[in-house]
C-alpha cells in the first residue's frame, strides 16, 4: 500500500470514528430534563412544556415534580391533560401578600407533580412531554424551575443544580424572560429549551455530514487499495 493510500484509509477512519464520538455526545447532552416556552416575554401567558428523557437503561419513569419559581409565582397555572398521567397542583398559601405585576396574591400554585397510572412509564430510550399554561410572565430575568424524576425501580434523580460555566451533572430547567420591548422578541432564550434544541439541530447536522465526510474517506481509502493491488 502506498503511503497515499494508507492515509487516505486512516483519514476515513478518523472520519469515522470522530463522527462516533460527536454522536454519541450530542446524545449524552440531550439527556435532560428541560422546559420550553412558546413565549419568553415578560408580561406574557404562555404555554411551557416540560421535556423528561428517561436515563435509565432497565427503569422506567413514573413520576415527575415540576417547582415553579418561589419568589416570582405565576397569578394563573393550568394543567394540560396528558392521557396516562394524572397531574396533582400544590398550592401554598403565604404569610403576606405577594405583588407580581398587577396582581396581588395570597396563594399561588408553588409546584405540578404528574403520576403516572399503573401500567405506564416512560421507558429506557424513551421520554414524554407535559405541558403548562401559566402568567403573566415576571419580569425579565433567569428563573430555576428545579425538578424531581423518579423510577419504578425507585430510584430519584433532583434537576436542581444551579447554571454555571460548566454544565453541571443534573441542571436545573431554567427559563429566561426577556423585556416586552424587545426586538428579538422571536428569539427563544432559555437554557435547555428551544435553544438546546437549535443546538441539538447543528449537531445532527454536523454529525451527518461527519458521517458522509466518514464514509467518503473509507470509500477513496478502498478505492485508492483496490488499485493499487490491481
Known amino acids: 500500500m502506498t ?16 463522527t462516533g464520538l460527536l454522536l454519541a455526545g450530542t446524545a449524552g447532552a440531550s439527556a ?11 408580561g406574557s401567558w404562555a404555554k411551557i412544556t416540560v421535556r423528561v428523557p428517561n436515563e435509565s437503561d432497565t427503569a422506567g419513569t413514573t413520576r415527575l415534580r415540576l417547582d415553579l419559581p418561589a419568589d416570582t409565582p405565576f397569578p394563573s397555572v393550568r394543567v394540560q391533560p396528558h392521557p396516562g398521567w394524572t397531574a396533582e397542583l400544590t398550592t401554598e398559601k403565604f404569610d403576606e401578600p ?6 396581588t396574591l395570597e396563594e399561588a400554585v408553588t409546584s405540578v ?16 412531554e407535559f405541558s403548562l399554561a401559566v402568567g403573566p410572565l415576571p419580569e425579565p430575568g433567569t428563573y430555576m424551575f428545579p425538578a424531581t424524576q423518579t423510577y419504578d425501580n425507585g430510584d430519584v434523580v433532583a434537576w436542581d443544580q444551579a447554571p454555571a460555566e460548566e454544565e453541571p451533572p443534573h441542571p436545573a430547567p431554567t427559563l429566561t424572560v426577556v423585556p416586552a420591548d424587545d426586538g ?16 441539538d439541530d447543528l449537531a445532527r447536522g454536523v454529525g451527518v455530514g461527519g458521517v ?10 478502498a478505492a485508492a487499495l483496490r488499485r493499487r493491488r490491481a
Open 3 to 18: 503511503t497515499l493510500s494508507r492515509a487516505l484509509v486512516r483519514a476515513g477512519l478518523t472520519a469515522g470514528a470522530a
Open 32 to 42: 435532560h430534563v428541560t422546559i420550553r416556552p412558546d413565549v419568553d416575554t415578560s
Open 98 to 103: 405577594v405583588e407580581v405585576g398587577d396582581y
Open 113 to 128: 407533580t404528574w403520576t403516572a397510572d399503573n401500567g405506564v412509564r416512560i421507558g429506557p430510550d424513551q421520554f414524554d
Open 184 to 199: 428579538s422578541q422571536a428569539e427563544s432564550r432559555h437554557t435547555g429549551t428551544v435553544e438546546a434544541d437549535s443546538t
Open 212 to 221: 458522509v465526510v466518514g464514509a467518503a474517506g473509507l470509500g477513496i481509502g
